[in-house]
């Protein structure tokens, strides 16, 4: 005899169904895992708002044979039911696992499903919100995307006693404002640059499949495809207006892409023994997601990243430096700590304008932005 199937938010085919089946889990989240996501730093992934009726405005007429492929594509769900666990969900020896990489592969889980429900709360709120039917069919879908990615990590996370409690989360956790085009901007970076991140680990894993310590990797495949197509719509909502792109705009594209690539860097080294396990090396991969991204990213920026400079390299590391000894010194606290701080914070603004100051790479934009997942 089967056991009663309880409903699961892979099968959830809107973000509300997706929703409250996980606030019917989250009785059995923990508080530590949330109190982890409830953090807002520079580096932590945060809640986002806008001015929807100015999201709601834009017209994808000009775009309409495009965005109906894309749309009609995200319509057929090719994802449905994919994400849960299954057969290939191997047995995770959590307690023979090196406590160190224990740790910090919890943290890499609690705020990857921060950031699927940053994106998840900000989608559902535009739908919610909107009245145009392109835009809200758009962001409900998207919506539905993130609430299963969000609710999958949840269950890995569930096996070692934590969960996020994402109810909690939408109440509770402070929102930030961005201008319509900063949301567009940072959006469909962290969209292709989430793309980039889980196919470079999915491929390196097909390869070396002896580094592949937890089974959530072999989703990762599908899971990126659902991210690339994410990152299509930002693209194509860019290109119903060419003023996104062009003139003074062109320094906020290139403040994000800078912030985007440096908050990576940094993050990732906070995590050598998660990068030890799966057998990559943190600077290589940093480089191999900002090529990838920055390939992408030419269908609808004008310029990319010289990632090759020899300033770039040498002051991401400055950057990861200075972010340590603030850490540090927060720790030491009293005046020492005051001072660590400020220095510190000097240093890693030092080592952003450095960055920032790079000569960038131009390059035509394609008219049809359009592109397909090809790494
Ligand atoms: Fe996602
Ligand atoms: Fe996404």
């Not at 539905?144 to 969960?163: K, M, P, Q, S, T």
């Not at 909690?168 to 402070?174: C, D, G």
Request: proline letters at 4%; one cysteine or more; charged letters at 30%.
């Amino acid at each position: 005899m089967n056991a009663p199937t309880r409903p699961h938010t892979a099968d959830a085919t809107t973000v509300e169904e997706g929703l409250a089946i996980q606030e019917e889990q989250a009785k059995f989240d923990s508080e530590a895992a949330t109190a982890v996501a409830m953090q807002n730093t520079l580096l932590t992934p945060r809640f986002y708002t806008t001015d929807f009726d100015e999201l709601d405005a834009i017209d994808v007429s000009s775009l309409r044979e495009t965005w109906d492929v894309l749309i009609d594509e995200m319509v057929s769900d090719p994802n449905k039911g994919h994400f849960r666990k299954n057969e290939d969900w191997d047995k995770v020896d959590w307690d023979g696992m090196d406590p160190e990489l224990k740790k910090e592969f919890i943290d890499f889980l609690i705020s990857s499903c921060t950031a699927e429900f940053s994106g998840c709360v900000l989608y559902k709120e535009m739908k919610r919100r909107g009245a145009n039917k392109d835009i809200t069919q758009l962001f409900q879908l998207m919506a539905r995307d993130e609430a299963r990615h969000a609710g999958f990590i949840n269950d890995a996370l569930r096996e070692v006693g934590v969960a996020v409690n994402l109810g909690f989360l939408t109440q509770k956790k402070k929102y930030t404002y961005f201008r319509p085009k900063f949301i567009y901007y940072a959006t469909y970076l962290s969209e292709k640059i989430g793309y980039a991140r889980y196919i470079t680990i999915f491929r390196h894993l097909e390869a070396h499949p002896e580094h592949r310590f937890h089974p959530i990797f072999k989703w990762f495949q599908e899971w990126c495809n659902d991210e690339f197509r994410h990152g299509e719509a930002f693209a194509l909502l860019m290109k119903t207006d060419p003023k996104l792109t062009k003139g003074g705009n062109e320094y906020w594209i290139k403040f994000f892409l800078t912030a985007v690539y440096g908050t990576m860097y940094v993050r990732d080294h906070q995590r050598p023994a998660f990068h030890e396990a799966l057998g990559v090396d943190t600077d290589w991969y940093g480089q191999e997601v900002f090529r990838k991204t920055s390939e992408i990213s030419k269908q609808i920026f004008p310029f990319t990243l010289d990632i090759d400079h020899p300033r770039w390299m040498k002051n991401l590391k400055r950057l990861e430096k200075a972010s340590r000894d603030i850490d540090a010194a927060k720790k030491a606290g009293g005046i020492g700590g005051f001072f660590g701080k400020t220095w510190g914070g000097m240093r890693a603004a030092a080592a952003f304008v450095s960055l920032y100051t790079i000569p960038a790479i131009r390059h035509e934009v394609p008219e049809d932005p359009r592109l397909e997942p090809s790494y």
